[in-house]
């Protein structure tokens, strides 16, 4: 479990050193606060999806974090076999590929 944990912290500072959080705001300018307790229900828990304004630190941070991205894809194309549609045309967007998505996953 250590490793784990150790894992979660990482990468959790990794995106708290790349990027700012802040709370969404409406339309006239107010904060919308995330629901808290708002979670899944059943075996496992995990929040619901909630809004959230999240943003490069500098645009050298978003060099680097973008550098790094497209560095790992080899590493990672094994893993993304189950990604949807949208979020298979996103990463091959980022990448910059021009490959074309299977039409059984269309």
Same mark, same amino acid.
């Given at each position: ?24 705001? *409406? ?5 919308? =606060?995330?629901? &808290? ?8 828990? #995990?929040? !619901? ?23 790992? *894809? ?5 893993? =993304?076999?189950? &990604? ?8 091959? #967007?980022? !990448? ?11």
């Amino acid at each position: 479990m250590a490793l784990a944990e150790q894992a979660i912290n990482i990468n959790a500072m990794n995106l708290l050193w790349a990027f700012n959080f802040k709370k969404m705001r *409406a339309d006239d300018g107010t904060e919308i =606060e995330p629901d &808290l307790w708002n979670f899944t229900l059943g075996t496992t828990h #995990e929040p !619901r999806p909630f809004v959230v304004d999240i943003s490069p630190r500098s645009l050298a941070h978003a060099e680097l974090v973008r550098k790094q991205f497209l560095g790992s *894809a080899e590493t990672f194309q094994k893993y =993304e076999r189950e &990604l949807d549609v949208e979020d298979r045309l996103h990463v091959q #967007e980022q !990448r910059g590929s021009h490959s074309i998505v299977p039409q059984d996953l269309v």
